[in-house]
């Protein structure tokens, strides 16, 4: 079978040295280079970043979310082994205590994972709160809230006001943040005009036009070479069918990188249809340079922007920090380690069921190594 072939590397935008007798070249050609180095890279590593995130959320859906529905099946047998201990098993009341621990704290999410037939099990032990003792964590947790958002956001409680609900707490909240916003922008919109009538020193009024030309300058450029290479590529124009496809396509591109001011992709493409080469590039007027050297950081910012949106849209995916997998081999690093660990927890938790099962001295056993967690020592993170 033929390999498939490989996708062509988009062609390098470079200025060379003039000649062997000025090998030297000026400030901003330096930094065109860098520039068009750096995009390249850029692309390359926003493209390679996310066809390994699209491949690693397949897999993950492939290989692993079976995995966690494996363990959480491991994990809702040792629940049904627990119940059975609490109820046949002669257990002192401290192994009592940490049964009830495992089960409640270590356990409980397995309501939400795919296994409703442990509810009646849940509610022998962790029996639903009283109507009273709703009410009275309802009250704790508005009372949390409220210094969260005093703090936080500087929105004062009005004691008059009822609270008492979530849904009464949200609507108060929201008013209260409506009501900032409001503020804000009318103080803002205050500033402006202020601004707007103020009239501008001579040197904010040069930088104000120096702005202002540059940005016609930059228009001015991006849209000659746009024309240059439409007139070049109009398919209207073109009588050979499988041209006219091409040119069609091409126009796409062209298109999109205009509107989106890639000045690179359409230097390349005058490359490519040989409307510009290296003497062309060599001879390029330093003004002429430092226009297209502002679109080039713009064009490197927008990358990078794009490869730290790829790195947490993964980190929202995953819920693993972004960091974990800041490459495609970091993140392949990263999915083997977690998997394997998955499969090491499953193989354990097994074993241990199976033990629990058939030997209350092995679960009295295992009850000696666990520790319940004092109250007050911040959240319980606990996985079987």
């Given at each position: 079978?033929a390999?498939?072939?490989?996708?062509?590397?988009?062609?390098?935008?470079h200025?060379?040295?003039t000649?062997a007798?000025?090998?030297?070249l000026s400030k901003?050609?330096?930094e065109?280079n860098r520039?068009?180095?750096?995009?390249?890279k850029?692309?390359?590593?926003v493209?390679?970043?996310?066809?390994?995130?699209?491949?690693?959320r397949?897999r993950?859906?492939?290989?692993y979310?079976?995995?966690?529905?494996?363990h959480?099946?491991e994990?809702?047998?040792?629940?049904?082994?627990?119940?059975?201990?609490?109820e046949?098993?002669?257990?002192t009341k401290?192994e009592?205590t940490?049964?009830?621990?495992?089960?409640v704290?270590?356990?409980?999410d397995?309501l939400?994972?795919?296994?409703p037939e442990?509810?009646?099990?849940?509610?022998k032990?962790?029996?639903p709160p009283?109507?009273?003792?709703d009410a009275?964590l309802?009250?704790q947790?508005s009372?949390?809230?409220?210094m969260?958002f005093?703090?936080?956001?500087?929105i004062?409680f009005d004691p008059?006001?009822?609270?008492?609900?979530r849904?009464?707490?949200?609507a108060y909240v929201?008013?209260?943040m409506?009501a900032?916003?409001a503020?804000?922008e009318?103080?803002?919109?205050q500033?402006?005009?202020?601004r707007?009538?103020?009239k501008k020193?001579?040197?904010?009024?040069?930088?104000?036009?120096?702005?202002?030309a540059e940005?016609?300058?930059i228009?001015k450029?991006?849209?000659g070479?746009?024309?240059?290479?439409?007139?070049a590529l109009?398919?209207?124009?073109?009588?050979?069918?499988a041209?006219?496809?091409?040119?069609?396509?091409?126009m796409?591109?062209?298109?999109v990188a205009y509107?989106?001011?890639?000045?690179?992709?359409l230097?390349r493409l005058?490359?490519?249809?040989n409307?510009i080469?290296?003497?062309?590039?060599e001879?390029l007027?330093?003004?002429q340079?430092?226009?297209?050297?502002?679109?080039?950081?713009e064009?490197?910012?927008?990358l990078d922007g794009?490869l730290y949106?790829?790195q947490?849209?993964?980190?929202?995916f995953t819920g693993?920090?972004?960091y974990?997998?800041?490459?495609?081999?970091?993140?392949?690093y990263d999915?083997q380690?977690?998997?394997?660990?998955l499969e090491?927890k499953i193989r354990t938790l097994a074993?241990?069921?199976?033990?629990?099962?058939?030997?209350?001295a092995?679960?009295k056993?295992?009850l000696?190594?666990?520790?319940?967690?004092?109250?007050?020592?911040?959240?319980?993170?606990?996985?079987?």
């Amino acid at each position: 079978m033929a390999k498939k072939a490989a996708a062509p590397k988009p062609q390098l935008v470079h200025i060379q040295a003039t000649s062997a007798d000025n090998p030297l070249l000026s400030k901003a050609q330096k930094e065109f280079n860098r520039l068009t180095r750096r995009i390249a890279k850029l692309e390359k590593e926003v493209t390679d970043y996310r066809t390994a995130a699209t491949a690693l959320r397949q897999r993950v859906q492939a290989e692993y979310r079976p995995l966690q529905a494996q363990h959480n099946a491991e994990r809702a047998k040792l629940v049904q082994v627990f119940d059975f201990a609490l109820e046949n098993h002669k257990i002192t009341k401290g192994e009592r205590t940490k049964i009830l621990d495992l089960l409640v704290n270590g356990c409980i999410d397995l309501l939400e994972r795919g296994h409703p037939e442990l509810q009646p099990i849940f509610d022998k032990y962790a029996p639903p709160p009283t109507p009273e003792e709703d009410a009275e964590l309802e009250k704790q947790a508005s009372e949390m809230m409220k210094m969260m958002f005093e703090q936080q956001f500087g929105i004062k409680f009005d004691p008059k006001v009822d609270v008492s609900t979530r849904e009464k707490f949200q609507a108060y909240v929201d008013e209260q943040m409506n009501a900032q916003e409001a503020d804000y922008e009318a103080k803002e919109a205050q500033q402006a005009e202020r601004r707007a009538q103020r009239k501008k020193t001579p040197k904010q009024q040069a930088a104000e036009d120096k702005r202002l030309a540059e940005e016609k300058t930059i228009t001015k450029s991006v849209r000659g070479l746009y024309l240059d290479l439409v007139k070049a590529l109009h398919p209207d124009r073109e009588p050979d069918e499988a041209e006219k496809i091409r040119k069609t396509e091409l126009m796409k591109k062209v298109t999109v990188a205009y509107e989106q001011n890639e000045l690179l992709t359409l230097l390349r493409l005058q490359m490519e249809l040989n409307h510009i080469d290296q003497t062309h590039l060599e001879n390029l007027a330093e003004d002429q340079l430092k226009t297209y050297n502002k679109l080039l950081r713009e064009q490197v910012a927008e990358l990078d922007g794009q490869l730290y949106d790829e790195q947490m849209n993964l980190q929202s995916f995953t819920g693993q920090p972004y960091y974990n997998f800041l490459s495609p081999i970091a993140m392949e690093y990263d999915y083997q380690r977690q998997k394997t660990q998955l499969e090491y927890k499953i193989r354990t938790l097994a074993a241990e069921v199976l033990a629990f099962e058939h030997d209350p001295a092995a679960l009295k056993a295992f009850l000696k190594t666990h520790k319940v967690p004092r109250p007050g020592h911040g959240p319980i993170m606990m996985q079987f």
